[in-house]
């Protein structure tokens, strides 16, 4: 084959394999919020009992960082997508104590359907950027890793102390860096730097979840009604 066009081919090839995992990370995305909306009905609904505190935290990061190990050891197999939805099931439980709290107030219904359609705006709006713009986002991962390590000894801290102006500030960084992450992850998709719709769906998954409930919190703390 001629090198021009053998090299055509190869760009084209690329190209195709990127928006196909593209296409895939979006349609598994959109699947995993079936069993997070489940999980989160199930928590709310039923006298599931919840852990709070260090305790419930250390519980909640060894179940999360289990089932992130185990879709890292799946996601080339058949059991990578039950594993992912599993996880997902259970992140949507893990939204009990905040959905419970937001619907404690006589908005909470309002402040939760806002805060979803709030997080949809924001996705939209990073994975378009991300996939439009010429500009090179990688850099930025080395400064998101070190935010979301503050925001980590933050949130332990808030477990002892319980500040609402410290609950606020950490909010308020979720919001900016992990609205940053879903333009980091999505642009790696586009670039090639991430071949697996399966690690790929979960980090947009957990950027989502992130943004989600930070604003849920934000937007409790600032129009939350007990009237």
Do not use: C
């Amino acid at each position: 084959m001629i090198p021009s066009l053998q090299k055509t081919y190869d760009v084209g090839a690329g190209q195709a394999s990127r928006n196909r995992v593209l296409r895939n990370t979006y349609w598994l995305l959109a699947l995993s919020m079936i069993p997070t909306v489940l999980g989160a009905y199930i928590g709310v609904t039923t006298a599931l009992p919840m852990l709070s505190g260090g305790i419930g935290m250390l519980v909640f990061f060894a179940i999360a960082f289990g089932f992130i190990f185990g879709i890292q050891k799946t996601k080339d197999s058949a059991l990578g997508v039950p594993m992912l939805l599993g996880f997902t099931f259970f992140m949507g439980l893990m939204l009990t104590p905040l959905l419970r709290y937001t619907l404690g107030f006589s908005n909470g219904g309002g402040l939760i359907m806002l805060a979803f359609g709030g997080t949809a705006i924001v996705f939209a709006t990073m994975a378009t950027v991300a996939t439009v713009t010429k500009r090179d986002f990688s850099g930025m991962g080395s400064w998101l890793f070190a935010g979301v390590i503050v925001l980590i000894l933050a949130s332990v801290a808030n477990i002892f102390l319980h500040l609402t102006a410290l609950t606020l500030v950490v909010s308020v960084m979720a919001m900016g860096i992990f609205s940053a992450f879903i333009l980091f992850d999505v642009q790696r998709i586009v670039n090639g730097g991430e071949t697996n719709y399966i690690t790929a769906t979960l980090s947009i998954y957990l950027d989502i979840y992130n943004v989600f409930t930070s604003l849920l919190q934000l937007l409790g703390i600032g129009f939350g009604n007990r009237d």
